[in-house]
Structure formats: structure tokens, C-alpha cells
């Protein structure tokens, strides 16, 4: 699709309807359906401000953005490429679903239109939103988000792209090649970018893949826990980086039979798939009656990332049998309350604020600013099935939690070995 087709069709899409997301956001219902409502409505609000003005190139002009009180004085222009790569790659997989008549369906529609010209807009030098892909090294970490949702949603996403647009991203992906990572989960950032160019068919750097499949394993330190680095912080990075992101890389390294020194993908993808069901059972069981959890660690204000490896399996099908699908569901409905239920989650334009369950900028971390809060989209990614799965259809259960504290039997828990 050439780039004047391209715009021709955003501005026809804008006819088209949508959810009213505060409302439905504001009105949660015990149905399965309303579960669903709820939560492409909470998606909707959260995605309309980001898109509709960077599909206009207006994000940089109306985004204002709030910073950390302990910020490291970082250049601010960071956050643009924050909102719209982690936000993305939470929404990929809603966006990526078959057109329809239902109010859901227009919404998607257009908010997948708007996506795309989104992506024209970030790598066209002379558009206002041409994000900061030079300069700064925080560029590498959201890149990995920016092209995860690529990789999650490729016929939707990365297929209409005009050719030029489609050379301009894979040149800057591909120039980040400069920024060396810390031995952190920096290195699966890198991979991520080298895993896309892949799965497109372009040549990838197998290092920066290889090494940091092997550091990961490295750092596991059992029981479904993953340390960051050498030391072991007690926080979500597994949910928000490790986890997600070890197995979308070794999941296009088997299917493209890419090389791997003395190891095999395949069977680095089933361990990876066995410890990440694990971790989802300790997910699971932190979420209380109420639907909170625990505010541990660093980067608490990135709010309900913390349960993207459950999300990522609901809409993958490979929860573990030990999580039936209403139960999941059913918690994570809780959770989404418990932290969005307060309004000062955003501002009167829309925007995320810095917080955990609502506006508290003293959480803030030294890297962090409105735009890193995106990354809360990734517990949506179960939107990418549609309304009839059995993840939607099926009766709520109660959670471990819910079940535990009001008498009821429930799953005792043990350590496992692999």
C-alpha cells in the first residue's frame, strides 16, 4: 500500500464507531461478556490518546509528558518511543483480530488504522512524531517492544506498511546495533530486534540472540524464578522482559531453524513454556480475594504488566492445567479493578499517569515518565482471542486466593525441579 492510499484509508476509517471506553471501564459486569466489554473498554481508553494523535502526528505537540521525581536527567523525547512501543505490543494481538460489525469490531478497525500510520509517522524524519532512535540507549529497550508487537500481529501491523516505511523501520532497528547492552535483561532487548528481522526475512546478528538465550538460562534460578543479572531482585522483571520475551525469541529461532551453537531451540522453547506455566501459578496466587497484590520491587508503577505471562499464555492456549481458563479470567478481571478503578490513573486528556493504583508519582523509578507506564498493556494480550473462545465463554471460577480465604479446598502448592 503506498503512503497516499494509506492516509486516503485512515481518514475513511474514522467514520467508523467505537466502544465508549470510559464507560465501559466504569461499569464492570459479573457476565463473561461483560468481562470482555471491560476489558477492550479499559484497552480502548488506554490506546485512543496515544494513537489517534500520533496518527496525526500530534503526540509530541498534545503529550505532556510527567517525569519521575528522581529522574537521572535523561533526555525526555525517550518517552514517545516508551508510550508507543510498549503500548503497541500489548494491543497487537486485539488490533490483529478479523474485522466485524459489533461496536468492538469498529473500534479495532480504527484503532488499527490508526496504529499503522503510527508506524509511518515514527520512522519519517520529517514528521513531527519521528521518534528518538538515536542518541539515547533507552532507544534499544523500547525498539524490542515497538517490534515485538510487529512479530505478535505481522499480517495486521507489518504487512500494509508501505515499502518505504517498512525499509525505514528495519534500517533503525537494525542501527541500534550500536548500543551495546548491559549484561542485565538489556540483552533480550537485542534479541528481540534480531528475532524480528529474522522472522522477515532479513539477516539477523545470531550473538546477540544466542547470548542472551544463554544468560537467561543462566540466571534461572528455580522453582519458575529468573534472576535480572547476577543478584536476584524480588520484583515483576520476569513478568514484564523474561519470561514473554525468551519465548517469542526461541519461538522464531525453532521455526526458522536458526543456528544455535552445541544447543537446540526446540527443546530451549519447552523448558522456557514449563518454567513460564510454573511462574504463572506463583502469578495466580499473589492476586488476594480483593484483587490486589503485592506492591514488591522496582517498576511497580508499569501496574498490571506484572501478569503479562499470564495474559501471554490465555491467549497463546497454553495456560497450565493446573489454571483453568474461567479462574484466570476471573482473577485478572479482579486485578484490573483493583488498579484501574481510581480515576487519577489519568489525566483529564487521557494519559497514563505515573502510579500503581492511581496518581502517585513518588513510585516513580529514576528511568521512568508517563510514557514508560505504557508497558501496563501487556496484560490485555488475551483480547487477541475472540469473543466466542472458551477464555471468554466459560464460567468465572474463584481464584487460589478467593477460594483459600473462604474455607474452600484448594491446590496445595510445591516447589518443582526443572
Known sequence: MQRRDFIGSLAASAALGGLSAPALAATPSATTGGDRAYMAGLLQKMAEPVLSNMARGELKKNFKLEVSPSSDGRDNNVAYLEAFGRLIAGAAPWLALPDDASPEGKTRARLRQ????????????????????????????????????????????????????????????????????????WLLFAAMNEAW???????????????????????YVGDGWIKDGESFHFDYYSSFVMYPMLLEILEVLERHNAPFWNGKPA??????????????????????????????????????????????????????????????????????????????????????????????????????????????????????????DSYWTSPAQDWTQKKAFSGARFRKDYPVDY
Not at 147 to 156: D, E, I, Q
Not at 160 to 178: F, S
Not at 205 to 214: E, G, M, Q, S
Not at 315 to 332: C, D, I, N, S, Y
Open 267 to 388: 527443546e530451549l522453547r519447552a523448558q522456557a513454556l514449563k518454567r513460564t506455566q510454573r511462574y504463572c501459578e506463583h502469578l495466580e496466587r499473589f492476586i488476594s480475594p480483593q484483587g490486589t497484590f503485592p506492591p514488591i520491587g522496582r517498576s511497580l508503577t508499569y501496574r498490571s504488566a506484572a501478569f503479562q505471562p499470564l495474559a501471554l499464555l490465555a491467549w497463546r492456549k497454553q495456560l497450565p492445567q493446573t489454571l483453568p481458563e474461567g479462574q484466570v479470567r476471573a482473577a485478572m478481571q479482579a486485578m484490573h479493578k483493583a488498579l484501574y478503578t481510581a480515576p487519577d490513573n489519568f489525566t483529564r486528556e487521557g494519559y497514563l499517569t505515573i502510579g500503581f493504583a492511581g496518581h502517585q508519582p513518588e513510585l516513580g523509578d529514576w528511568y521512568s515518565n508517563s510514557g514508560s507506564m505504557y508497558i501496563a498493556s501487556a496484560s490485555f494480550l488475551a483480547l487477541g482471542l475472540p469473543a466466542d
Open 197 to 219: 528481522l529474522l522472522s522477515i526475512g532479513e539477516e539477523a546478528d545470531p550473538l546477540r540472540t544466542n547470548v542472551a538465550i544463554r544468560k537467561v538460562n543462566e540466571w
Open 114 to 185: 490508526m496504529a499503522l500510520q503510527s508506524y509511518v509517522h515514527s520512522v519519517d524524519p520529517k514528521s513531527p512524531d519521528y521518534l528518538t532512535w538515536r542518541g539515547h540507549g533507552q532507544a534499544l529497550v523500547d525498539s524490542a517492544y515497538f517490534t515485538n508487537a510487529l512479530m505478535r500481529a505481522p499480517k495486521a501491523l507489518w504487512e500494509p506498511l508501505d515499502t518505504t516505511t517498512k525499509q525505514r523501520i528495519v534500517a533503525e532497528i537494525k542501527g541500534l546495533r550500536r548500543i551495546e547492552p548491559p549484561f542485565i535483561n
